[in-house]
């Protein structure tokens, strides 16, 4: 029985999922959860993840939440090369280093923006007052200042030479705000170039695939219905506002 | 009798290397890791007569399991053999740079304190601003605690370091189990407590205490009550996702996950809030992880502790 992975390509976590299964050749089945439809909050859903979040993994009994133990559990299981998650102690540590970091730090920045900029206005019908957009832009900013000054710093990929988790993991972070239209490469010259190369390694195809959702969000949003939003209204008000 | 353990170890790490295995270290012998101790019994018997297994048995069953974790596909991890060798060898200290009146600080204190890993503290009192000078900045730029420091070898971020630990040295397999179902079940919790766990205890604590003390001010009660609902709602979820019917979060055993939590759930303490008081379920949780911790786990707090009693007399 194949390893079950459910996904929303929306979700910057389930495309590194996606990505990852996809690459090493990992057989897999393809279940779409679909958020805006609130998918996740169906039963059915409720019995895999209880977390009841995507990306979420069925491996016969074991089912697991989190895109980060979801790839080091494929990882192991279907033994991927090497780079992707380094026995190495200390390459390891750098890898889990940034996994770590970025949790409250890229991912909800990046996260933030894609809201603000698209979804709450087409949610409350208006724009986001302009101190909250600079706010946000401010801390993603100082995040990705980050990533090209510590992470990256002079080379190829987070780690090394080749590529890791945790540039899997930064990518589709960074990707986010591009669904909104703001091109966060724009003046970045060391952070596009290290996005060509991760584009490149996980093979131009993959990634254009995976992105595909995300980049035609803004497209998206102009025919969806603002009561499909109603669902998140609460929770996301609270987060970003 | 020490000296028959010593070249038992010392044979079944020979003859487990020879083919390429990681031999896992399972009692005191080379004096590092701590032998099954008092705290180890009590789980044992607590998942036996939860589960209707004589608890010999259930002992015997769980050290072949643990046994069993031995195999090839470990990769690399002989370098994690020689390290530690060389380390005990050359007497090298890990070193820490902790306040233990940070939570993923005192996660980590107890751990190199519970499985006698050689190592150093570095106290960094946030309080008197010591992340912020320039000697801690060269070694860490986003001048922030836990830093940990291998000979050469800087890293920051909690989880970072304690996998890093709990893979470098030959410490009981429990805190971050082999077996792959097992070990997801620690990176999921341990992923997850990132935006629930701490974001929403450290908050309480934030609003009672920090934010007070720094500024004079009365504490925000419309923001404090906000922030107790949103710690209310992740507690439901830690009890109802995580827990469940089980002694630890991820299990049977006491994990690296229990250790974070734990110290978050303590920090309000400090303000004097028990945020587990209406939680049976949970509470009995922290005293099992308390019973496993032993001393490790006051020594840590102590500095907590102090806060909330200097507080409870000013009151």
């Known amino acids: 029985m194949a390893v079950e ?58 089912c697991l939440s989190e895109s980060i133990a979801i790839m080091v559990y494929l990882a192991e299981k279907f033994q991927t090369p090497d780079f992707w998650y380094p026995a190495d102690l200390q390459q390891r540590a750098r890898v889990n280093e940034y996994l770590s970091w970025q949790h409250t730090a890229i991912r909800m920045q990046g996260s933030k923006m894609f809201w603000l900029r698209l979804m709450i206005p087409k949610m409350i019908g208006m724009e986001v007052p302009k101190e909250k957009m600079d706010g946000a832009l401010e801390d993603l900013n100082n995040s990705l200042n980050l990533i090209e000054e510590k992470f990256l710093q002079d080379r190829p990929f987070i780690v090394g030479d080749q590529m890791s988790l945790a540039d899997l993991v930064a990518i589709v972070e960074i990707m986010q705000p591009l669904g909104a239209g703001l091109d966060v490469f724009d003046g970045r010259p060391k952070l596009s170039a290290w996005r060509d190369r991760v584009r490149t390694f996980i093979g131009e195809e993959l990634f254009d695939e995976a992105h595909q959702n995300i980049l035609g969000a803004q497209e998206g949003m102009k025919q969806i219905d603002p009561s499909k939003l109603e669902l998140f209204k609460p929770k996301i008000l609270r987060l970003f506002l | 009798m020490i000296y028959f353990q010593l070249l038992s170890t010392v044979i079944a790490t020979i003859s487990c290397r020879t083919h390429g295995y990681r031999p896992i270290q399972y009692g005191g012998a080379a004096g590092c890791a701590p032998a099954r101790n008092e705290a180890s019994t009590y789980i044992t018997s607590m998942a036996a007569s939860q589960q209707g297994e004589p608890a010999e048995q259930l002992d015997r069953r769980r050290t072949q399991q643990r046994e069993s974790y031995c195999r090839p596909s470990l990769r690399g991890f002989h370098l994690a053999d020689r390290e530690h060798l060389v380390s005990m060898a050359t007497g090298r200290l890990v070193e820490v740079y902790l306040d233990l009146l940070s939570q993923p600080c005192r ?14 503290v570095h106290r960094v009192a946030l309080r008197k601003g010591e992340h912020r000078t320039a000697e801690f900045s060269k070694l860490n730029p986003m ?173």
């Open chain 2, 107 to 120: 996660a980590i204190q107890i751990l190199l304190s519970c499985t006698k890993i050689p190592h150093r």
């Open chain 2, 143 to 315: 001048q922030k605690v836990p830093v940990l420091v291998d000979g050469g070898f800087v890293l920051t971020e909690s989880d970072a370091i304690l996998k890093y630990l709990a893979n470098k040295y030959d410490i009981p397999e429990h805190w971050y189990p082999w077996q792959p179902e097992r070990r997801a079940r620690v990176d999921e919790y341990v992923a997850w407590h990132h935006t629930n766990t701490r974001p929403h205890a450290a908050k309480v604590f934030l609003l009672e205490v920090l934010l007070p003390a720094q500024f004079g001010a009365q504490v925000d009660q419309d923001r404090l009550e906000r922030a107790l609902l949103e710690l209310d709602a992740t507690l439901d979820k830690l009890e109802s996702m995580f827990l469940r019917r089980q002694p630890f979060l991820c299990g049977d055993d006491i994990t690296l996950a229990d250790l974070l939590a734990v110290c978050e759930l303590m920090q309000p303490l400090g303000g004097g809030r028990d945020v587990l008081k209406d939680r049976p379920q949970l509470q009995r949780w922290r005293s099992r992880v308390q019973s496993a911790l032993g001393e490790s786990f006051n020594e840590a707090h102590a500095v907590l502790f102090a806060v909330r009693d200097r507080r409870q007399a000013k009151l």
């Open chain 1, 5 to 62: 992975l459910y996904l929303d390509l929306f979700s910057q976590p389930c495309r590194s999922v996606f990505m990852f299964a996809k690459k090493n050749n990992i057989p897999f089945e393809f279940k779409k959860v679909s958020l805006m439809d609130g998918e996740h909050y169906g039963d059915d859903f409720g019995k895999i993840s209880i977390i009841r979040k995507v990306p979420a993994l069925r491996d016969g009994d074991f």
